[in-house]
T-cell receptor, first 114, second 114 residues
């Protein structure tokens, strides 16, 4: 069965710092990969997704992620964070054959100091 | 993106009663809907997958007699928590898809059982 690991449970950064959140998945076949964000008190929003093609994916709000197949990784990055990026971030994976059955990682809480 | 609406957004019920949560796809026909449960400060756990007109497929450890799922039409799925107890208090989230390439999430329903 596929699984997703997010190694950082809570990350605290100052504004303008660079961000990288780790995500590794476990699955033997072709996968689709996602990053979702959940702002305090709000529902899940899709940040970016990778289905195929260029492994460097750009999403909304200046976020990007790189799919490295050999490392089974899909790390999320942002060069300069803002206070408004404070949220919970979830990495997720689906098998290619069932792209909508999403399995989530445990989440990383990002706190930005103003 | 497509819109998925859940109702109610929050509900408080007495222990032993049943609660029904609706998930509607507003601008597309959802052949498949998924139900998730999210505990405070934790990730989303997939509970079940429902396909229109057929019985739901439950994930391991999820009691199908306690969490009744009905997907009677292409725009509506319902989750009924039967004989609710305080430990059922949680945040329930649905997602829906029509193409099996991307799922769209509802805003979630916060259930509190007292």
């Amino acid at each position: 069965a596929q699984s997703v690991s997010q190694h950082n449970h809570h990350v605290i950064l100052s504004e303008a710092a660079s961000l990288e959140l780790g995500c590794n998945y476990s699955y033997g076949g072709t996968v689709n990969l996602f990053w979702y964000v959940q702002y305090p008190g709000q529902h899940l929003q899709l940040l970016l997704k990778y289905f195929s093609g260029d492994p460097l994916v750009k999403g909304i709000k200046g976020f990007e992620a790189e799919f490295i197949k050999s490392k089974f990784s899909f790390n999320l990055r942002k060069p300069s964070v803002q206070w408004s990026d404070t949220a919970e971030y979830f990495c997720a994976v689906t098998p290619y054959s069932s792209a909508s059955k999403i399995i989530f990682g445990s989440g990383t809480r990002l706190s930005i100091r103003p | 993106g497509a819109v998925v609406s859940q109702h109610p957004s929050w509900v408080i019920c007495k222990s032993g009663t049943s609660v029904k949560i609706e998930c509607r796809s507003l601008d597309f026909q959802a052949t498949t809907m998924f139900w998730y449960r999210q505990f405070p400060k934790q990730s989303l756990m997939l509970m079940a997958t429902s396909n229109e007109g057929s019985k739901a497929t439950y994930e391991q450890g999820v009691e199908k007699d306690k969490f009744l799922i009905n997907h009677a039409s292409l725009t509506l799925s319902t989750l009924t928590v039967t004989s609710a107890h305080p430990e059922d208090s949680s945040f329930y989230i649905c997602s829906a898809t029509d193409t099996n390439t991307e799922a769209f999430f509802g805003q979630g329903t916060r259930l509190t059982v007292v």
